[in-house]
């Protein structure tokens, strides 16, 4: 019997706590769901805009290889303006770089080539949209701002590139001595078997000396 009494008066002294702090404890448990259930779903939208974003991208890459610049562009648009939380962003600014440059339309080239390089998170992207930007604005006229952009490192991958388009920029000038050591560095830095090689080793000749 003293066992049902204690048990009585844990019974009171809890139905005596709930009263008082039980609505606190309602509210702290529908905030903790709440927070796991929008936690849940902001994952799930982003997994979705994710995959959307790729399937886009594939859109864009294929379009591109088939020389459709109009559909390239509005895919490539589409992503950057819904898509542009994903990894899918900066690419597709590149994509869509490459194709109004390749098409002539060197200010909507820049414009995604400078997206590309504010936005971009790898540093393979990066480097790639300051060599690309460089030569657009190269073309346009800019060689003191191309060069500025070829400043600083380059990882490997992108040493010869960056110094074969310093070595133009050089000659174009008239530098002739610095054109001719950018376009040396390019060649060190090119694989033997590269198609570049023999590029670069006849704008080196041309250059004399």
Request: overall charge negative; proline content about 2%; cysteine-free.
């Given at each position: 019997?003293?066992?049902?009494?204690?048990?009585?008066?844990?019974?009171?002294?809890?139905?005596?706590?709930?009263?008082?702090?039980?609505?606190?404890?309602?509210?702290?448990?529908?905030?903790?769901?709440?927070?796991?259930?929008?936690?849940?779903?902001?994952?799930?939208?982003?997994?979705?805009?994710?995959?959307?974003?790729?399937?886009?991208?594939?859109?864009?890459?294929?379009?591109?290889?088939?020389?459709?610049v109009k559909s390239a562009k509005e895919v490539t648009a589409r992503i950057m303006e819904n898509q542009s939380s994903t990894a899918y962003a900066t690419p597709a600014a590149w994509l869509a770089g490459r194709v109004n440059h390749d098409s002539g339309d060197l200010k909507s080239a820049r414009?995604?080539?400078?997206?590309?390089?504010?936005?971009?998170?790898?540093?393979?992207?990066?480097?790639?949209?300051?060599?690309?930007?460089?030569?657009?604005?190269?073309?346009?006229?800019?060689?003191?701002?191309?060069?500025?952009?070829?400043?600083?490192?380059?990882?490997?991958?992108?040493?010869?590139?960056?110094?074969?388009?310093?070595?133009?920029?050089?000659?174009?000038?008239?530098?002739?001595?610095?054109?001719?050591?950018?376009?040396?560095?390019?060649?060190?830095?090119?694989?033997?078997?590269?198609?570049?090689?023999?590029?670069?080793?006849?704008?080196?000749?041309?250059?004399?000396?």
């Amino acid at each position: 019997m003293a066992f049902d009494l204690e048990e009585q008066e844990q019974l009171d002294e809890f139905k005596a706590w709930w009263k008082q702090h039980g609505m606190k404890v309602i509210l702290g448990v529908t905030v903790f769901l709440a927070a796991v259930g929008g936690w849940r779903a902001w994952q799930t939208w982003q997994h979705n805009q994710a995959a959307e974003a790729s399937m886009l991208f594939d859109t864009a890459v294929q379009a591109a290889s088939m020389n459709d610049v109009k559909s390239a562009k509005e895919v490539t648009a589409r992503i950057m303006e819904n898509q542009s939380s994903t990894a899918y962003a900066t690419p597709a600014a590149w994509l869509a770089g490459r194709v109004n440059h390749d098409s002539g339309d060197l200010k909507s080239a820049r414009a995604q080539y400078e997206y590309a390089l504010e936005h971009a998170d790898d540093d393979g992207l990066k480097q790639l949209a300051r060599i690309r930007l460089a030569g657009i604005r190269f073309e346009d006229k800019d060689p003191v701002g191309a060069l500025a952009l070829l400043e600083g490192a380059f990882s490997p991958a992108f040493q010869s590139l960056a110094a074969q388009l310093k070595g133009d920029i050089l000659a174009e000038q008239g530098k002739t001595a610095d054109a001719r050591a950018a376009y040396k560095l390019a060649l060190e830095k090119l694989d033997d078997k590269s198609s570049l090689k023999p590029l670069l080793e006849i704008r080196l000749d041309g250059l004399g000396g």
